[in-house]
């Protein structure tokens, strides 16, 4: 890489490209503009979520109090807090500069209006955590990331594939520490942690739309080649967060967590919502799933202590395990997959404004009145 001598150490961190680091995204922009959204009758429902979005129920909501000007020289696992800021910060960051390019290349009023409130979302939740590592004297150069960072090429039907579902479990990982950290106060490491709840809530909503996207363009899920490609998905965001989230178990620890379980629970709601639109998900519950990725996570471990030691046998061990995390994630790959059944398809949240079918703006009149 070059050098940037300029740079934050964080900013020159969330540079670095690996594979299981959060990524910048590119795709073929003309293509998505060319799609026929009305092809599946679905135009009332983009024309209802957008004036959901233009809502802008988290409007007043990320704004800091007090609490974030707090000393936290001394706090648990700061190091670790850091670094899950960074990476938040990059992964929101990410999503704001794609649904950003987005607005500027697409034609559909609805579908731009639907982006730009999108953008400004992940801008603000970017923002905040950019905000909050500043507190912590450690901040992120938004403006040199967005320019130096290597973006990813993705055809439209991979973005949809993979954006939808890290809006999902970005849900499902910040409830699952929101409701975690309620019943546990004493494990609040930070404040940042009680804006959890509203915030995703706004992925939970991103998460809607590209649902939305999908189904408005069924060959992308009827097709066998297709439904391969989900199932691909499913498994790369669910190992990719399972191996970064063992790596950094003290972390969950210092929450209260057991970063097993709590993957393994974020992973069952995630597999649950994405039956809302995939024809097929993966067998969490087959005993086999979750022990190879157990045993995925454990080479991770050994190849990286042994890497760290250096030498060539070491290295040539590390290798070797390496090729047996692949192995093990092609087996979890080769599982007999979940098919999705009308009466166990995901519903929506309870509570949360889902789409009340075509009548919905006589309801909203009636609701104003
Ligand atoms: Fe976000
Ligand atoms: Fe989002």
Redesign the pocket.
Do not use: R, V
């Given at each position: 890489m070059e050098q940037m001598p300029d740079l934050s150490v964080t900013t020159r961190h969330a540079l670095q490209e690996a594979i299981l680091t959060p990524r910048f995204y590119t795709t073929d922009f003309k293509a998505i503009d060319a799609l026929d959204i009305d092809r599946n009758g679905l135009r009332d429902e983009f024309e209802w979520i957008r004036e959901e979005f233009e809502r802008d129920y988290n409007r007043n909501h990320f704004k800091r109090n007090e609490e974030f000007l707090a000393n936290f020289d001394d706090m648990p696992v700061r190091q670790l807090f850091i670094e899950f800021l960074e990476r938040s910060c990059t992964a929101?960051f990410s999503?704001c500069i794609l649904y950003a390019e987005m607005v500027k290349h697409l034609k559909d009023p609805t579908m731009r209006a639907i982006f730009r409130c999108?953008s400004r979302?992940?801008g603000r939740?970017a923002g905040f955590l950019n905000k909050t590592m500043a507190d912590l004297n450690v901040a992120l150069d938004l403006s040199v990331l967005q320019k130096r960072k290597k973006y990813t090429y993705f055809q439209p039907k991979f973005i949809f594939y993979t954006v939808y579902l890290?809006?999902k479990i970005?849900y499902s990982r910040y409830i699952h520490i929101y409701r975690h950290l309620e019943k546990h106060p004493e494990n609040i490491i930070h404040p940042i942690f009680k804006w959890f709840e509203q915030w995703c809530n706004?992925?939970y909503r991103?998460?809607e739309f590209f649902s939305m996207l999908m189904r408005s363009q069924p060959e992308l899920l009827n097709r066998p080649a297709n439904r391969r490609w989900i199932r691909f998905f499913l498994l790369a965001v669910y190992a990719t967060m399972y191996l970064n989230d063992c790596r950094r178990a003290d972390f969950y620890r210092a929450l209260g967590l057991d970063w097993r379980t709590y993957d393994q629970d974020v992973i069952r709601l995630c597999n649950r919502i994405a039956t809302q639109v995939y024809p097929e998900t993966l067998p969490v519950d087959d005993p086999r799933f979750f022990r190879h990725l157990d045993k995925a996570a454990e080479y991770d471990a050994r190849a990286n202590e042994l890497a760290n030691r250096g030498g060539t046998v070491n290295q040539a061990q590390a290798a070797r395990l390496r090729a047996g995390i692949v192995l093990r994630l092609l087996a979890t790959y080769r599982l007999p997959p979940l098919p999705t059944r009308e009466a166990t398809k995901w519903r929506g949240l309870e509570g949360f404004p889902n789409y009340p079918g075509p009548d919905w703006r006589a309801r909203r009149v009636a609701a104003a009145d």
């Open positions: 929101e999503g999108m979302d992940e939740h890290s809006e970005g706004d992925e991103h998460g």
